[in-house]
């Protein structure tokens, strides 16, 4: 795993290759636009430029193709070459970079310079240290800002993200999952350095480590979910995004799984070309909005239902009495 030196060096080289090229794209099309001022326009060209009465009609939206509405042709085609071909390794750091970005500020937390230089910063019983953090992760949902939460909101947007990429090309889709991979450990290692103080880095190693070990098992955990149902996948997301706590709210677990299906539909829904460009926006639509989703048959069963710590006393009550065990001497 290279430094964060290496990655400033990488993007680096990201950002030049991508000016290259969009300045070789417009120097080639300006010059195709200067060499057709230069030809004379026929007659027959001239009397035709009157729009036709098919021209004049207005197209409707829903002519348009859905992959041609998301993104003009020459982006299409620019991005179709990057996401089939893992040769490009510099322009897919670039389009990783982006989408991790958007991953990585959804539970983003801070912990203020004074308390750091004063020793004040409030920790779990644990001993883990909890930042600030504003977002619907913390107030909906409950998660402390601490490291673990932000890494474990950022690792379900990245599943996500991968999640599709599977259904492009296998060595495409490798390399970026790998890049994407590679952003978040490499912010992982800076937010442990910067944030949290941890100078060694054979510690920061350590963390990392055990972090990859997380990341494999979370891919296999909500891999099985998806498979398998709504209570495999909610298994999965009580267990590493609320860290398996007992008195954790059933409805926010109900609401993240039920988010996480309508971010996979929105990510399938997207043609191949526009992920670049696209998929940040899958991640728009809040997971907190899914708790009406899951609260509308809750009102609706209300009253229809038994009261169940009721019915779990009586049945309680109703089991007889555990006949005494009696020793057998050998």
């Known amino acids: 795993m290279a430094c ?3 990655r400033s060096h ?9 000016r290259f090229t969009s300045n070789s794209a417009e120097a080639s099309s300006a010059s195709s636009i200067i ?53 490009q390794p510099y322009q897919v750091h670039r389009a990783t970079e982006i989408i991790y970005k958007t991953c990585a500020s959804q539970a983003h937390y801070t ?18 240290e909890i930042g600030v953090g504003k977002t619907m992760w913390h107030t909906d949902f409950g998660l402390p800002a601490t ?12 599943y996500l993200v991968c999640a599709r990429l599977r259904n492009l090309d296998r060595e495409a889709a490798k390399s970026w999952q790998q890049q994407l991979v590679d952003h978040y450990f490499f912010d992982a290692e800076e937010r442990m350095d910067l944030t949290h103080g941890i100078a060694s880095r054979g510690v920061r190693q350590r963390y990392l480590k055990d972090l990859f070990v997380t990341w494999r098992g979370l891919l296999a955990a ?37 988010w996480m299906r309508l971010t996979l539909k929105m990510l399938d829904q997207m043609p191949d070309e526009a992920l670049f460009s696209q998929a940040p926006a899958a991640f728009k639509w809040p997971a907190k909005n899914e708790l009406n989703v899951v609260d509308k048959p809750v009102r609706e ?10 019915v779990a006393a009586k ?10 065990i009696q020793k057998v001497a050998v």
């Open 222 to 258: 909500y891999d099985e979910g998806v498979a398998r149902g709504d209570a495999v996948l909610a298994s999965a997301v009580w267990r590493n995004v609320f860290s398996a706590q007992p008195d954790v709210d059933v409805r926010a677990v109900a609401a993240v799984v039920s």
């Open 4 to 6: 964060r030196s290496c």
């Open 10 to 18: 990488v993007g680096q080289l990201a950002r030049q290759s991508a």
């Open 315 to 324: 049945a309680k009550a109703d089991q007889p009495a555990a006949a005494p």
């Open 147 to 158: 490291f673990s939460s932000w890494s474990q909101v950022t690792m379900l947007h990245m």
């Open 35 to 87: 060499a057709a001022s230069r030809l004379p326009a026929a007659p027959s060209q001239i009397s035709q430029r009157q729009p036709t009465q098919q021209q004049q009609q207005r197209r409707k939206f829903s002519s348009t193709p859905r992959s041609q509405a998301l993104v003009p042709d020459f982006i299409k085609n620019t991005i179709g070459s990057i996401l089939q071909s893992s040769a």
């Open 111 to 128: 912990i203020s310079e004074e308390d750091k230089r004063n020793g004040t910063v409030q920790k779990t019983e644990d001993g883990i």
């Open 301 to 310: 069963l209300e009253g229809l239902l038994p009261d169940a710590p009721a």
